[in-house]
């Protein structure tokens, strides 16, 4: 027998109807043939294929779908042309193929039963490994490999053969592989990922496809998208333009990346960047067809957009979509969300807030006499004061309480700057937040040591404990892995309409009261990571409430307990039924749950949560 599943959404609703098929006996000297037998909402349909090509082949109607198949007696085929999704996808349930599904196969977890439901018998080794023991022996032979990338490459490799199992490594060892699937090693598989490309994940458009966007998204085959992250390549961690490889939604102008253009392995297109109208019809075709395909409510993070780009970007559509952009709401973003912050708890006009926040840009402290030659969103934090170039210089005028990178130039926090810091700091707040690890502006061995243990330290990569003179320091690691999968899970989970600034003080508030006096005494500033799910839901309960508060909430009615509404849309590894349909958000709650442990905010790739434009 051979089972398998033809997946249609029904009126917008992610209800699915499965063809089961039995192989009818072949009567001598004609072609077997497959008899489909449709159960669902509708009412039951016969349909008959051929099997082996015979006397009886016209049978198989020409004029039948893509490779032959089914003619559309009924017009299914052209039906679901309005539901957006590819009428042709199958989605194998059983038997050897099953076991080439990544969102299915469970490998050599299938239980007795299962094999023999699934008609796996002699398919799999007679053994059945629970995921837990599954997950044993990956570890073991992960940490065999002495090369990062070779780690990350094979997890590459288990994603895309068994999903689950996939998701289970990384939630029960998150704190010990974050590094493999986020920086510094996501840096190295960017840069190298022409040559490490085994299978596209993602949704790759490119000018190429203008005037047919629309129709390329409806080659994707599932219509129930949520959560969209897409990129234009040119700013990717702090490596700069590196085109076509990376993130679920690929928009694909061209590279100004000599060494990619040269590149024989290079997957993107070989010309140079579009810029000026062309760019801009394309997004516009982009951003249009995402609301045509997948509704008001479908979440876009802009991510690793170049400045020139990710401002305008940002103001156009936060107006008409549910966007955000975490590396410009998370860099001079930081600075407006910080004032924000401190109106908020003193009650002091916005502006005056501003005026104690200072801005070091490439060409030094960003003052009142620069003010015409600075782009629109440096111009609030143009202070009067006297200008200087070195950042050394403008930490001995300003006298900051807090020193906090995040330009993606590395080596800029210098032992001058960190001494500098703790001789008018009893504890000088150092946060070096640039990725990857070869961008940070300071190590955090250095921070402690310059600073004599007194820095209180962060930063975007990781990096290990450090003991100066007799004690420990447990560095955080402050990068948006924290706050963008509980926010986006807010968002999602309320029906937010609109991403609004104090949805994002919200989501920092919520963060920060998750941190113990245990990890204050151990130098961190933040909470454990191997947290996260804990850490997401508080998050997304936060978020929101706040969405209901401020009337952008579109879910009705609200939940009671926000926190525990968001624990149960949260995806399980372990929730096991071939056919077993996950709710919308949950679904969603799996792609964002990826960003918690992969990525967020500077990650591209991430194992590529490419793979999760599609939400599963």
Not at 58 to 75: E, F
Not at 144 to 154: C, D, F, S
Not at 440 to 455: D, I, L, N, P, Q
Not at 574 to 599: D, G, H, P, R, Y
Request: overall charge neutral.
């Amino acid at each position: 027998m051979l089972s398998l599943s033809r997946t249609a959404f029904l009126e917008g609703v992610d209800q699915r109807r499965f063809y089961r098929a039995q192989r009818a006996p072949a009567a001598k000297g004609k072609a077997g043939v497959v008899r489909c037998v449709a159960a669902g909402e509708r009412k039951t349909r016969n349909a008959e294929i051929l099997i082996e090509k015979s006397a009886g082949a016209d049978m198989v109607d020409p004029k039948s779908a893509v490779s032959g198949g089914v003619k559309d007696v009924y017009g299914e085929d052209r039906a679901t042309e309005e539901h957006h999704i590819t009428p042709w996808s199958l989605s194998v349930a059983s038997g050897y193929s099953l076991l080439r599904d990544p969102h299915h196969n469970k490998g050599l977890a299938f239980t007795e039963k299962e094999r023999d439901a699934h008609y796996l018998r002699g398919l799999l080794p007679p053994s059945c490994l629970s995921q837990e023991l599954q997950v044993k022996k990956l570890m073991h032979n992960l940490r065999q490999y002495q090369v990062p990338l070779q780690r990350y490459m094979a997890l590459m490799d288990l994603q895309e053969s068994n999903e689950r199992l996939f998701y289970k490594l990384l939630i029960d060892n998150v704190e010990e592989l974050l590094p493999v699937v986020y920086t510094p090693t996501v840096g190295e598989a960017c840069q190298k990922y022409g040559s490490i490309f085994r299978r596209p994940q993602g949704l790759y458009i490119s000018l190429k496809e203008k005037g047919k966007i629309l129709e390329v998204m409806k080659n994707w085959p599932e219509k129930a998208i949520q959560v969209i992250v897409v990129t234009d390549g040119e700013r990717i961690l702090g490596l700069g333009d590196l085109g076509s490889q990376c993130l679920p939604v690929t928009i694909d102008v061209g590279t100004n990346n000599e060494k990619l253009l040269k590149d024989e392995f290079y997957i993107g297109l070989r010309q140079k960047r579009a810029t000026g109208q062309e760019y801009a019809e394309l997004m516009e075709e982009f951003m249009r067809a995402v609301k045509q395909n997948y509704g008001e409510k479908v979440l876009i993070q802009f991510e690793d957009f170049a400045n020139h780009n990710a401002f305008s970007l940002l103001e156009k559509y936060s107006k008409t979509h549910l966007v955000f952009n975490d590396d410009i709401q998370a860099g001079t973003g930081i600075a407006e969300l910080i004032a924000l912050e401190m109106s908020k708890q003193t009650s002091t006009p916005i502006a005056e807030c501003r005026k104690r926040i200072w801005l070091v840009d490439s060409k030094g402290l960003i003052v009142k006499s620069r003010f015409e030659t600075l782009q629109h969103f440096k111009k609030p934090w143009a202070h009067e004061g006297e200008f200087v170039k070195d950042l050394s210089e403008a930490v001995k005028a300003i006298k900051p309480t807090v020193l906090i990178g995040s330009s993606g130039v590395g080596r800029t926090f210098t032992k001058e700057v960190v001494e500098t810091m703790a001789s008018f700091n009893e504890k000088p707040i150092i946060l070096a937040l640039s990725n990857p690890t070869s961008q940070s502006e300071c190590t955090a061995e250095e921070a402690y040591t310059w600073s004599k243990g007194r820095a209180i330290f962060a930063s975007g990569s990781p990096f290990n404990p450090v003991e100066y003179e007799g004690k420990s320091f447990t560095p955080g690691q402050a990068n948006n892995a924290y706050i963008f999968p509980g926010f986006g899970l807010g968002l999602i989970m309320s029906g937010a309409i609109r991403v609004h600034d104090d949805m994002l003080l919200a989501a920092s508030e919520a963060l920060a009261s998750q941190v113990t006096q245990e990890n204050f005494e151990k130098g961190s500033i933040y909470p454990p990571f191997k947290n996260i799910r804990k850490i997401s839901a508080q998050i997304a309960a936060e978020v929101a409430a706040k969405a209901y508060e401020l009337g952008l909430a579109s879910h009705l009615p609200r939940p009671q307990n926000l926190v525990k509404y968001a624990e149960s849309c949260m995806y399980s590894p372990c929730k096991w039924n071939l056919f077993f349909q996950l709710n919308m958000i949950e679904i969603m709650e799996k792609m964002w749950l990826l960003i918690s442990i992969v990525s967020c905010c500077d990650v591209l790739l991430n194992l590529h949560y490419a793979a999760y434009f599609a939400c599963n």
